[in-house]
């Protein structure tokens, strides 16, 4: 159990549709990163949040958005879904300080249909 | 950019087999390197990690070492089990600037008793 949470495990929706994903990155972690895993474009990076704010951006659509609240946990906003959109999106975790390893959850499967 | 080119399989052995998986990175400086594998249907489990040029990482009977020179960061282990049957991911994490980190294709592992 890497300690980082992602609900739902699987997301089934129509196109056209908003979706939110959620994440609760490990106890003390300040940084969490969003990833989307599909077979054409493998592990592409989309964003990441420290501590609240923004810090960087990836190849994220303008139809995504994410944000992280107080509490640390965070959510990825996606909406007017397209088929092409159905992947899988991980949440990483990691501290900050000298360790550079990031920790996953077990990810959500969106199916767009 | 950075970027991780790793072999793309799928790679099929037999139990107690060798096993290596290649991986090359391109990046400045002296980037942080990982293997992380996806078991069926899991998330990204963090195998093994490398923060300096000659740094071996090792776990599970996996090990990989940092070769600056060579810009390479392969993976190996001596005698493969069924329950390694996987898929591997090389990534690289760079000095300073961005956290995210940047993944190679991955490589299917398949271990037939």
């Known amino acids: 159990d890497s300690g980082v949470t992602q609900t739902p495990k699987h997301l089934i929706t129509a196109t056209g549709q908003r979706v939110t994903l959620r994440c609760s990155p490990r106890s003390g972690d300040l940084s969490v990163y969003w990833y989307q895993q599909s077979l054409d474009q493998g592990l592409q990076f989309l964003i990441q949040y420290y501590n609240g704010e923004e810090r960087a951006k990836g190849n994220i659509l303008e139809r995504f958005s994410a944000q992280q609240f107080p509490d640390l946990h965070s959510e990825l906003n996606l909406s007017s879904l397209e088929l092409g959109d159905s992947a899988l999106y991980f949440c990483?975790?990691?501290?900050?300080?000298?360790?550079?390893?990031?920790?996953f959850g077990q990810g959500t499967r969106l199916t767009v249909v | 950019g950075n970027s991780v080119t790793q072999m793309e399989g799928p790679v099929t052995l037999s139990e107690e087999a060798f096993l290596t998986i290649n991986c090359t990175y391109t990046a400045t400086g002296y980037p942080s390197l990982f293997w992380y594998v996806q078991y069926p249907g899991e998330g990204l489990q963090l195998l093994l990690k490398?923060?300096?040029?000659?740094d071996k990482g090792s776990n599970k009977g996996f090990e990989a070492t940092y070769r600056k020179e060579t810009t390479s960061f392969h993976l190996e282990k001596g005698s493969v089990q069924v329950s390694d049957s996987a898929v591997y991911f090389c990534?690289?994490?760079?000095?300073?600037?961005?956290?995210?980190?940047?993944f190679g294709k991955g490589t299917k592992l398949t271990v037939n008793p």
């Open positions: 990534a690289l994490r760079a000095q300073g600037g961005s956290e995210k980190l940047v």
């Open positions: 990483a975790s990691s501290s900050a300080g000298a360790r550079p390893e990031a920790f």
């Open positions: 490398a923060t300096k040029a000659d």
